[in-house]
């Protein structure tokens, strides 16, 4: 790990970082994210990502292609089954309010008290690596992203819940989070594509070492391997420390800023406190190259 930080801090040295949060999290500025960057600039921002978690970037008024081009600087991008995308471009999806689904005075009183804190597509094999979050219409109040720490999290459990949650793993479902919202056959499509995929409770970090908690309220239905009652109390009291404000940072979108965030590395969760009015962004997301392992 050693190695790793002396690597990290040489690269970062490439950028300007201000620190977020007091835990995690960095404001990252000497970049122009319209203008292709040089392989030391994008090692700079692959190590401080790795080090910080999430970046955000504020001013940059990129169009789709740069979007594009940024998250392939990062690996190979992938779509998703559900949400819609922006029309020409299949890796960008477009984010209308709650993760997709566009928010209206029926939707609100189901959307606003949800609990919205996920690890993106953990229904998959594969969960993607990263997400790159644009902003393209901003409410005059409110919107923010919340971001939390998920080795923090796991690190400040007590020594039996270590014990108790290392060897397990959890069961993770699509159908939890997008059944209700699509017809039945596109349900039965979800599932033939998509089967329920179990993943460790604690997974390691593939870069960092670091042991994260890996279970979420938005596509997590049960951790396996005890009596449903007790895996049901603790997947409960597991995922009531993600709401821990210790354990977040909070971005405020400006116009034209950018969120990108270690997939593995954290949970998110976009604010639902500006109706009536419209709040959209973009994202393109890196796809992941490792399951997730103890």
């Known amino acids: 790990m050693d190695g790793y930080a002396n690597s990290g ?4 040295a490439l950028i300007t970082l201000t ?10 500025s000497g970049l ?3 203008a292709p960057l040089s392989p030391a ?23 789709h292609e740069d979007h594009v081009r940024f998250g392939r600087y990062f690996g190979a991008l992938e779509g998703h ?10 890796e960008i999806l477009f984010i209308e309010a709650a993760d997709g689904m566009k928010i209206t005075e029926a939707v609100l009183p189901v959307a606003r008290p949800a609990n919205k804190w996920h690890t993106d597509v953990t229904f998959r094999e594969k969960p993607s690596m990263a997400g790159i979050l644009r902003m393209r219409t901003m409410p005059p109040l409110g919107g923010d992203t919340m971001f ?25 479902d699509i ?3 997008y059944g209700y919202r699509v017809s039945r056959e596109k349900a039965a499509e979800l599932r033939r594509l998509y089967p329920l995929m179990t993943h460790p409770v604690v997974r390691t970090h593939p870069e960092t070492g670091e042991k994260h908690l890996f279970v979420n309220h938005v596509f997590t239905a049960r951790i396996l391997g005890l009596p449903e009652p007790e895996a049901a109390e603790l997947l409960a009291y597991l995922l009531d420390r993600v709401k821990a404000p210790e354990y977040h940072v909070r971005f405020r979108w400006s116009e034209n800023a950018i969120a990108f965030w270690d997939n593995r590395a954290t949970q998110h969760y976009g604010v639902l406190d500006y109706w009536p009015h419209e709040r959209v962004v973009e994202r393109v997301t890196v796809m992941g190259e490792d399951r997730p392992t103890r």
């Open 9 to 12: 801090a040489a690269a970062e």
């Open 19 to 28: 620190p977020a949060g007091p835990l995690f999290g960095a404001e990252v």
């Open 32 to 34: 122009d994210l319209r």
């Open 41 to 63: 600039q994008v090692s700079a921002v692959r190590a401080a990502l790795l080090r910080h978690k999430v970046l955000f970037f504020r001013n940059q008024d990129i169009s």
């Open 81 to 90: 089954p559900v949400t819609a995308t922006v029309p020409g471009f299949p």
């Open 148 to 172: 939390a720490d998920t080795a923090a999290i796991y690190a400040d459990l007590p020594p039996d819940v270590k014990a108790k949650i290392d060897p397990l793993d959890a069961e993770h």
């Open 175 to 177: 159908i939890r989070s």
